[in-house]
């Protein structure tokens, strides 16, 4: 089982940013990927972005293409969400979630762990 812990969210302005960190514990693999995923409330858990640790391949739905960017830092299996541009229409739960393999993919029930979430709020 893999761990996952959430950092970074909280409230901002619109326009504003924030950085958003997950770091993996536990039984990790040299290859995984990792993603962020947010839910509103009343609404379905959706992709925001995803990564593959070992191809570098990043994939990101379209509402945050040219504000967001997703990195990686493989020695301390960590993840990070780079805001930028943040809407009210961000704010949500944003939940790391980690796979082990090399092929990305957007669908929540492939992957195997969960963070417990961090919450953004977009102030208008």
């Known amino acids: 089982q893999v761990q996952l812990a959430e950092s970074g969210g909280g409230l901002v302005q619109v326009g504003g940013s924030l950085r958003l960190s997950c770091a993996a514990s536990?039984?990790?693999?040299?290859?995984?990927?990792m993603a962020w995923f947010r839910q509103a409330p009343g609404k379905e858990r959706d992709v925001v972005a995803v990564?593959?640790?070992?191809?570098?391949?990043?994939y990101y739905t379209d509402s945050v293409k040219g504000r967001f960017t997703i990195s990686n830092d493989n020695a301390k299996n960590t993840v990070f969400l780079q805001t930028t541009g943040l809407k009210p229409e961000d704010t949500a739960v944003y939940y790391c979630?980690?796979?082990?393999?090399?092929?990305?993919?957007?669908?929540?029930?492939?992957?195997?762990?969960w963070g417990q979430g961090t919450q953004v709020n977009v102030a208008s």
């Open positions: 979630a980690w796979k082990r393999g090399a092929i990305i993919t957007t669908t929540p029930a492939l992957y195997t762990d």
């Open positions: 990564i593959s640790s070992s191809t570098g391949t990043t």
């Open positions: 536990g039984r990790t693999s040299s290859k995984y990927v």
